[in-house]
T-cell receptor
Framework: ETGVTQTPRHLVMGMTNKKSLKCEQH?????MYWYKQSAKKPLELMFV???????ENNSVPSRFSPECPNSSHLFLHLHTLQPEDSALYLC?????????????FGPGTRLTVT | TQLLEQSPQFLSIQEGENLTVYCNSS?????LQWYRQEPGEGPVLLVT?????EVKKLKRLTFQFGDARKDSSLHITAAQPGDTGLYLC???????????FGDGTTLTVKP
């Protein structure tokens, strides 16, 4: 595997379900990000991790719970979501949080909440 | 408040035409990236500019960073259908710990 991978690619879940999104980067980077991309809205930064430590929580509701066990893996745990949470969830990584901030994105998970 | 504004929001042109899209801000950035995103995929990094006035070329794409490092432009020469996608700019301020994305320009190139 190369680059940034995300699983699953598509997810349909009910409002009472619990699911997790997984992201893995094979680039040796130290920073990882979760973004939400909805139709007709700009990319919204959700969380930032640097060397496994959370450095940014952009006022995300507690029904989204991130986990970063090491610099290569990032999870987003989902529970009691709302229909308006349906979106493309993108994971990204960068070498560090300093410098050029060049980010490498995964293909995303298309989430539908019914 | 949107820190980075991109224009136009939508652009539809014929194959072979030239085009320019813009990314503007009132803030100074230490670096700025351009990405292209195709439907159902994540954004792909095209270029990074860091020096005021810098011009970078990537085949038919020319990127320019404003002298004051507050704005940038992307010019495509002889557009092709494969250039179709969402073009995003992202600016990073020194020591901010994150970058800010514009809302993108959706480009459609018709054969």
């Amino acid at each position: 595997e190369t680059g940034v991978t995300q699983t699953p690619r598509h997810l349909v879940m009910g409002m009472t379900n619990k699911k997790s999104l997984k992201c893995e980067q094979h680039l040796g980077h130290n920073a990882m990000y979760w973004y939400k991309q909805s139709a007709k809205k700009p990319l919204e930064l959700m969380f930032v991790y640097n060397f496994k430590e959370q450095t940014e929580n952009n006022s995300v509701p507690s029904r989204f719970s991130p986990e970063c066990p090491n610099s290569s893996h990032l999870f987003l745990h989902l529970h009691t979501l709302q229909p308006e949470d349906s979106a493309l969830y993108l994971c990204a990584s960068s070498q560090t949080l300093a410098g050029a901030y060049e980010q490498y994105f995964g293909p995303g998970t298309r989430l539908t909440v019914t | 408040t949107q820190l980075l504004e991109q224009s136009p929001q939508f652009l539809s042109i014929q194959e072979g035409e030239n085009l320019t899209v813009y990314c503007n801000s009132s803030s100074v950035f230490s670096s700025l990236q351009w990405y292209r995103q195709e439907p159902g995929e994540g954004p792909v990094l095209l270029v990074t500019v860091v020096t005021g006035g810098e011009v970078k070329k990537l085949k038919r794409l020319t990127f320019q960073f404003g002298d004051a490092r507050k704005d940038s432009s992307l010019h495509i020469t002889a557009a092709q259908p494969g250039d179709t996608g969402l073009y995003l700019c992202a600016g990073a301020r020194a020591n901010a710990g994150k970058s800010t994305f514009g809302d993108g320009t959706t480009l459609t190139v018709k054969p």
